[in-house]
C-alpha cells in the first residue's frame, strides 16, 4: 500500500522560508524520481519540482527557480521542499509523489496523500 506523508507547512509572512517532508512507503523509494506539486486555491494541482532517484538531478517550476528547492534522503524514504523567498501566490496545498517515468518529466501517479497546506500572507 503506497502511503505518502507531507508535513511542514505552516503560515509564513512573504519572504520567510520553511521546509516541507514527506515520508513515502509502499514502494522501493530509492528507485523513483520523486516530485513536489501544489494545488492553489480554486485552482488546479500544478508541478513544483522533481528529483532523480539519486538526488543528483532535480528540475524545478520557472516560478520557483531560485527560491524553492528539492532535495532526497533514501535511507529514511523522505523527499524535501525547501521554500525561501516565498509569495503570497505560493499559497496552496503541497503534495509530494513518485514520477511515474523521469524526474525532467515528472508525471504524478495515484493515491496522493493528504498535503500539507502552506499559506503566505502578506
Known amino acids: 500500500q503506497v502511503v505518502l506523508a507531507e508535513s511542514g507547512g505552516r503560515l509564513v509572512q512573504m519572504g520567510e522560508s520553511l521546509r516541507l517532508s514527506c515520508v513515502a512507503s509502499?514502494?522501493?523509494?530509492?528507485?523513483?524520481?520523486m516530485g513536489w506539486f501544489r494545488q492553489p486555491p480554486g485552482k488546479e494541482t500544478e508541478f513544483v519540482a522533481a528529483i532523480s532517484w539519486s538526488g543528483g538531478s532535480t528540475n524545478v517550476a520557472d516560478d520557483v527557480e531560485g527560491r524553492f528547492d528539492i532535495s532526497r534522503d533514501n535511507a529514511r524514504n523522505t523527499v524535501y521542499l525547501n521554500l525561501s523567498r516565498v509569495r503570497p501566490e505560493d499559497t496552496g496545498v503541497y503534495f509530494c509523489?513518485?514520477?511515474?517515468?523521469?524526474?525532467?518529466?515528472?508525471?504524478?501517479?495515484?493515491?496522493w496523500g493528504q498535503g500539507t497546506q502552506v499559506t503566505v500572507s502578506s
Open positions: 509523489n513518485y514520477c511515474k517515468s523521469t524526474w525532467y518529466h515528472c508525471e504524478p501517479v495515484d493515491p
Open positions: 509502499g514502494r522501493v523509494f530509492g528507485s523513483y524520481a
